[in-house]
């Protein structure tokens, strides 16, 4: 199976890069829509994201569509929040959303189902995810016997609100001509072969293809200071835990454009 594989942020950089405005390419789409990469408990850049998509569809004169590409918790400050403002984005009438999980919220929920997958998680951000919802744990996490008492603490302690937006997330989505996953696809398969771990979790082998699959791929999971803009895929996480740059994609027609929102 796939797990967390090490990797450094992205070269911290607290200002977008230049926009390079829209441009156009073969594949098309059936309606406004904005995909968000990985947000990893930065609420601040979500709600200013949120707000920019807003006034952006508002002069564009339709009602979009947003696709959140999972990774909404971990690393960052307030992952708690990210799940909160998730919530209400869906209850909001201005827009339609579309969960897609991550392979953060997935360790997350494994952890919930199985205490011994805990060591991974932590190392990898969820003591920020914990630390959201009031909970502090030590420094040695090395000591299993304590991974029961934790999980059921943490069971009581996430709202069943947030567990359930995490568990009905979907692995994909699919609009016209693209398709929006979290991690990526495994280039060597057919999709309907394909796993949630490979979906969630694949990197170097996607990435280095030159094609994927038959739909354009929208992805986050490989943080680049640099958003990626291929005839075959789109990357959008550029380590919004890390650079305070949190980025999107917005899609229109056979049009593209990459936009960002930054701390500053």
Known sequence: MFWFS??????????????????????????LTYAIGDIHGRNDLFLKMLLDIRNDAEAVGEKPRIV???????????????????????????CDTAVLVGNHEFALIKFCLDSSCGWLWLEHGGTATLASYGILV???????SQWPELQQKVIRSIPKSHMK?????????????????????????????????????????????PKSCDY?????????????????????????????????????????????????
């Open 6 to 31: 090490p990797k450094a942020p992205p070269k911290t950089r607290e200002t977008p890069g230049p926009p390079d405005g829209p441009q156009v390419f073969s594949s098309s789409i059936d309606r």
């Open 68 to 94: 959140l590409l999972g990774d909404y918790i971990d690393r960052g400050p307030n992952s708690a929040e990210v799940l909160t403002s998730i919530l209400r984005l869906q209850t909001q009438t201005w």
């Open 138 to 144: 030590g420094a040695d996490k090395s000591d299993f």
């Open 165 to 209: 937006l995490m568990c009905e997330a979907k692995i994909k989505f699919i609009a016209g001509d693209y398709l929006f996953v979290h991690g990526g696809v495994n280039p060597d398969l057919p999709l309907d072969l394909q796993d949630a771990e490979t979906l969630l979790w694949i990197r170097e082998a996607f990435l280095s293809s």
């Open 216 to 264: 354009v791929v929208v992805h986050g999971h490989s943080a680049k200071v640099v958003a990626s803009n291929l005839e075959w895929r789109i990357g959008v996480d550029t380590g919004a835990y890390a650079t305070g740059i949190l980025t999107a994609v917005k899609l229109l027609g056979t049009t593209r454009e990459i936009i960002q929102v930054s701390t500053r």
